[in-house]
């Protein structure tokens, strides 16, 4: 029997580090994640595919041991992808088994809580699932105590639960399912696959990406963003919207986001410090509300509440359109 995955409503991903969404200063991840720690972030999710990230975390992670030792918090990490191109996939066994303890090197840390299959559309099914596979070897190395929880992340919620429903068939269920920018203020896509995700055995399931990669907020998304032009204008229009109001496209999309509490976790990118403080106080004020109402109490910042709500709706509604609507990964 695994250990409870007693994981933060709010998850820390990593991607952020490598300078894909916006420039980061040198010193923040150091500041972001002790931050994190301090607020009671307590997992962070990284890859060898962000650049550095796996490299800059550990070394945070290290510095920080005395105080956050490696009991006192979740890593989740990936394999099978390792840059921007389709031949930069390899999921074979021997590959994911030196990826895992090649990420172990760079996070010091002798297991991982989890281990996802990264970005499973972009290879054949039998890649993930086969003998000579990623997912076997996963399990091979979860039988051996170097990982805790076997996972699949990628974007098309279809070829997810195919997955899901293959290893389930063979009694080897998948734990956890990491799906991105399909819970968000655009697509909500995820709340009708959630029950089936359960029903193959999967235990938890992990919501990424509530700014869809950069979209959802008041900067322009960047370049490489998925996005037609169409939704880009719908999401620049919605951010002007938003600060119509005196609000922020972003924190809106991260309070949409982190309202659904059929997720385990939300993974949210933060930059720096004040990202993460932004971040807790949205949950942190969820919570105060949700207790106010049970106590029949009203706050001032109920009305703050009220218009944020508004907003959203009115947004909702712009985005409507949009909302089982993905794009297409891999692209052509």
């Not at 962000?50 to 105080?67: A, K, P, V």
């Not at 996070?107 to 809580?113: A, C, G, R, S």
């Not at 509490?261 to 930059?271: L, R």
Request: charged share 25%; glycine share 6%; proline share 5%.
């Amino acid at each position: 029997m695994e250990k409870a995955f007693n994981v933060s409503k709010i998850s820390f991903g990593t991607s952020i580090f490598n300078g894909w969404h916006n420039p980061v200063e040198k010193h923040w991840p150091l500041e972001a994640v002790t931050r994190a720690l301090d607020l009671g972030i307590n997992e962070f999710d990284t890859s060898p595919y962000y650049g550095r990230s796996e490299e800059i975390l550990g070394t945070i992670l290290n510095s920080l041991r005395t105080r956050y030792p490696r009991s006192s918090y979740y890593l989740s990490t990936k394999v099978g992808r390792y840059g921007p191109n389709k031949e930069d996939f390899d999921y074979s066994s021997k590959r994911v088994r030196e990826s895992v303890e090649e990420s172990c090197r760079r996070l010091n840390t002798n297991y991982f809580d989890v281990v996802y299959c990264h970005d499973v559309e972009f290879v054949s099914l039998e890649d993930v699932v086969g003998e000579g596979g990623a997912l076997k070897e996963l399990f091979r190395l979860k039988q051996e105590g170097k990982i805790k929880y076997v996972g699949i992340s990628g974007y098309p919620l279809d070829v997810l639960i195919r997955i899901s429903q293959i290893q389930y068939d063979r009694g080897q269920p998948v734990d956890v399912v990491l799906s991105y920018s399909h819970y968000c203020l655009h697509n909500t896509c995820l709340s009708s696959c959630i029950n089936i995700f359960h029903s193959l055995g999967v235990i938890y399931v992990m919501n990424a990406s509530p700014l869809s990669m950069g979209l959802l907020r008041e900067a322009p998304a960047p370049d490489w963003h998925p996005a037609p032009p169409e939704l880009r204008e719908a999401a620049s229009k919605c951010a002007m919207l938003a600060q119509k109001e005196g609000l922020k496209l972003s924190h809106l999309a991260i309070q949409f986001a982190l309202e659904y509490e059929e997720v385990k976790s939300t993974i949210i990118g933060f930059s720096n410090a004040k990202e993460v403080e932004e971040g807790i106080e949205c949950l942190s004020r969820m919570s105060r509300r949700k207790i106010n109402e049970k106590a029949g109490v009203i706050e001032g910042e109920d009305e703050k509440y009220k218009k944020e709500q508004i907003v959203i709706n009115m947004i909702r509604k712009y985005m409507k359109s949009w909302d089982k609507w993905s794009w297409r990964s891999p692209p052509e």
